[in-house]
Protein backbone atom coordinates (compact mmCIF):
# COMPACT_ATOMS: atom_id res chain seq x y z
CA UNK A 1 0.00 0.00 0.00
CA UNK A 2 2.99 2.37 1.16
CA UNK A 3 4.62 1.83 -2.78
CA UNK A 4 1.12 3.16 -3.79
CA UNK A 5 1.05 6.23 -2.00
CA UNK A 6 4.67 7.02 -2.90
CA UNK A 7 3.79 6.80 -6.34
CA UNK A 8 1.04 8.93 -6.07
CA UNK A 9 3.15 11.70 -4.41
CA UNK A 10 5.74 11.13 -7.03
CA UNK A 11 3.06 11.15 -10.20
CA UNK A 12 1.69 14.84 -8.78
CA UNK A 13 5.62 15.83 -8.61
CA UNK A 14 6.03 16.00 -4.63
CA UNK A 15 8.73 15.97 -3.25
CA UNK A 16 9.07 12.83 -0.91
CA UNK A 17 11.95 12.77 1.73
CA UNK A 18 13.04 10.32 4.01
CA UNK A 19 15.08 11.08 7.56
CA UNK A 20 16.48 8.71 9.92
CA UNK A 21 17.52 5.88 7.96
CA UNK A 22 20.20 3.61 9.43
CA UNK A 23 20.62 -0.47 9.87
CA UNK A 24 18.66 -0.62 13.43
CA UNK A 25 15.14 0.16 13.37
CA UNK A 26 12.73 -0.10 16.71
CA UNK A 27 15.73 -2.10 18.31
CA UNK A 28 15.65 -4.95 15.23
CA UNK A 29 18.88 -4.44 13.17
CA UNK A 30 17.48 -4.87 9.42
CA UNK A 31 18.87 -4.94 6.01
CA UNK A 32 18.37 -1.13 4.74
CA UNK A 33 19.53 -1.80 1.28
CA UNK A 34 16.08 -3.08 -0.22
CA UNK A 35 14.60 0.31 0.92
CA UNK A 36 17.41 2.36 -0.46
CA UNK A 37 16.61 0.80 -3.58
CA UNK A 38 13.65 1.67 -3.93
CA UNK A 39 13.81 5.43 -2.65
CA UNK A 40 17.07 5.87 -4.86
CA UNK A 41 15.34 3.91 -7.79
CA UNK A 42 12.08 6.09 -7.14
CA UNK A 43 14.83 9.28 -6.94
CA UNK A 44 13.82 10.46 -4.02
CA UNK A 45 15.49 12.00 -1.13
CA UNK A 46 16.81 10.69 1.79
CA UNK A 47 19.55 11.06 4.67
CA UNK A 48 21.28 8.70 7.11
CA UNK A 49 21.29 7.95 10.87
CA UNK A 50 23.49 8.70 12.75
CA UNK A 51 26.73 10.88 11.52
CA UNK A 52 29.10 10.53 14.32
CA UNK A 53 31.96 8.66 14.32
CA UNK A 54 31.57 5.60 16.88
CA UNK A 55 31.76 2.04 16.07
CA UNK A 56 30.45 0.84 18.78
CA UNK A 57 27.11 2.42 17.92
CA UNK A 58 25.10 0.33 15.40
CA UNK A 59 23.68 3.42 13.50
CA UNK A 60 26.65 5.38 13.34
CA UNK A 61 27.75 5.96 9.77
CA UNK A 62 31.46 6.23 10.54
CA UNK A 63 34.13 4.51 12.99
CA UNK A 64 36.18 6.56 14.75
CA UNK A 65 39.04 7.43 12.11
CA UNK A 66 36.53 8.49 9.98
CA UNK A 67 36.08 5.44 7.89
CA UNK A 68 32.65 3.81 6.79
CA UNK A 69 31.39 1.83 9.77
CA UNK A 70 30.23 -2.02 9.42
CA UNK A 71 30.61 -3.28 12.47
CA UNK A 72 27.61 -5.57 13.37
CA UNK A 73 25.21 -3.48 11.24
CA UNK A 74 25.21 -4.94 7.95
CA UNK A 75 27.90 -2.85 6.62
CA UNK A 76 25.71 -0.04 7.04
CA UNK A 77 28.75 2.87 6.56
CA UNK A 78 29.69 1.48 3.15
CA UNK A 79 26.37 1.06 2.09
CA UNK A 80 25.12 3.88 2.86
CA UNK A 81 28.62 5.58 1.04
CA UNK A 82 28.00 3.91 -2.03
CA UNK A 83 24.32 4.84 -2.18
CA UNK A 84 25.70 8.27 -1.93
CA UNK A 85 27.74 8.22 -4.54
CA UNK A 86 25.74 6.80 -7.22
CA UNK A 87 24.55 8.38 -10.13
CA UNK A 88 20.86 9.59 -10.48
CA UNK A 89 18.38 8.34 -12.98
Do not use: C
Not at 3 to 30: D, H, K, R, T, W
Not at 68 to 73: E, R, S
Request: charged share 15%.
Amino acid sequence: MWLEILEILISNNLPVFFGEVASVNAGVLMNPEPFLNIIHNNQMSYAAWLWKFDETDQDALLRTEGLPNDVNNNNWGTLFRSFGFRPRL
